[in-house]
């Protein structure tokens, strides 16, 4: 039992970094493919990365007005980030990611300073008991 558990092992481990490397893979291709890209006026979808030590998936934007300033994301944050969740949550294009529990990251820089503006995270968490309480009051 114990040396049928072992050669088990190799191949569960294989599929899990093979799954990783994809992910990593197409992140770099939807970069080099799709951006820079413009999402809206003041929006602009600059890269995606995927970290396979960290499980994360990573998307950075650039803002500039009317969004690339402090006031407007400060009393927009909490509207925007529900939003950001009803995304990831509904979204058939990241079931996969999902499935593996992936951390997604938004990232968004201030078109004149380069500084953080805003980040918003969401773990295996907010999406997965997030939608379960959205099921639950239907």
């Known amino acids: 039992i114990f040396a049928a558990a072992l050669?088990?092992?190799p191949g569960g481990c294989k599929k899990q970094?093979?799954?990783k490397e994809a992910f990593k893979m197409e992140a770099e291709m939807i970069t080099e493919k799709y951006c820079p890209?413009?999402?809206?006026?003041?929006?602009?979808?600059?890269?995606?990365t995927y970290s396979i030590e960290e499980n994360a998936l990573r998307y950075y934007y650039t803002?500039?007005?009317?969004?690339?300033?402090?006031?407007v994301i400060k009393s927009g944050r909490p509207?925007?980030?529900?939003?950001l969740k009803?995304?990831?949550?509904?979204?058939?294009?990241?079931?996969?990611?999902?499935d593996e529990g992936v951390t997604f990251?938004?990232?968004?820089?201030?078109?004149d300073t380069n500084k953080v503006l805003l980040e918003e995270v969401f773990t295996e968490n907010d999406?997965?008991?997030g939608k379960m309480l959205e099921q639950s009051k239907q």
């Open 7 to 9: 050669l088990l092992l």
């Open 17 to 19: 970094r093979s799954t």
């Open 37 to 48: 890209r413009q999402i809206e006026e003041g929006i602009m979808f600059d890269s995606t």
């Open 63 to 71: 803002m500039s007005a009317p969004y690339n300033n402090e006031e």
């Open 79 to 83: 509207k925007f980030r529900e939003g």
């Open 86 to 98: 009803a995304q990831i949550m509904s979204s058939i294009d990241l079931k996969k990611y999902k």
């Open 105 to 111: 990251h938004y990232i968004y820089f201030s078109a």
């Open 127 to 129: 999406y997965v008991i």
